[in-house]
């Protein structure tokens, strides 16, 4: 016997807590009031129903991590039994690169400013071998 009943709709603070978005559920519905959880592209409260099909965006870090529900959770699971929840579509973030640069007219940099430049572009201190 097949089991045809429609996943029911749950919260989305549940949900993000199941599938091991957030730590705690009281994380979830933190970033709920914030405004740092979007469903379909709406702000919503930690209370708002998420069914299958559904697109969460989720901000952390300066960042929107786009999720497609395929399966309603409501209790916490295993990692690789939540991963078949949603659908990961964010895209690959380009790698910051960082350039060292000194305020023009600074003039020479001192010897522990010329030390900080070194270990910042990753070279050794000691390349002539001086100890």
Same mark, same amino acid.
């Given at each position: 016997m097949t089991d045809a009943t429609p996943p029911k709709p749950v919260r989305i603070d549940s949900w993000l807590w199941a599938i091991r978005a957030?730590?705690?559920? *009281?994380?979830?519905?933190?970033?709920?009031?914030? /405004?740092?959880?979007?469903v379909n592209g709406d702000k919503v409260k930690a209370a708002q129903l998420v069914k299958p099909g559904d697109e969460v965006r989720v901000?952390? *870090? /300066?960042?929107?991590?786009?999720?497609? =529900?395929? %399966?309603?959770? =409501? %209790?916490r699971v295993g990692a690789a039994v939540a991963s078949e929840a949603y659908d990961d579509r964010t895209p690959v973030r380009e790698p910051v690169v960082l350039v060292a640069q000194r305020d023009r007219g600074a003039g020479r940099p001192t010897k522990r400013e010329r030390r900080d430049i070194d270990k910042f572009r990753g070279r050794d201190a000691n390349i002539d071998g001086d100890a």
């Amino acid at each position: 016997m097949t089991d045809a009943t429609p996943p029911k709709p749950v919260r989305i603070d549940s949900w993000l807590w199941a599938i091991r978005a957030y730590k705690t559920r *009281s994380a979830a519905t933190t970033a709920c009031r914030a /405004g740092h959880i979007r469903v379909n592209g709406d702000k919503v409260k930690a209370a708002q129903l998420v069914k299958p099909g559904d697109e969460v965006r989720v901000r952390n *870090s /300066g960042f929107d991590r786009i999720l497609f =529900v395929k %399966k309603t959770l =409501v %209790k916490r699971v295993g990692a690789a039994v939540a991963s078949e929840a949603y659908d990961d579509r964010t895209p690959v973030r380009e790698p910051v690169v960082l350039v060292a640069q000194r305020d023009r007219g600074a003039g020479r940099p001192t010897k522990r400013e010329r030390r900080d430049i070194d270990k910042f572009r990753g070279r050794d201190a000691n390349i002539d071998g001086d100890a």
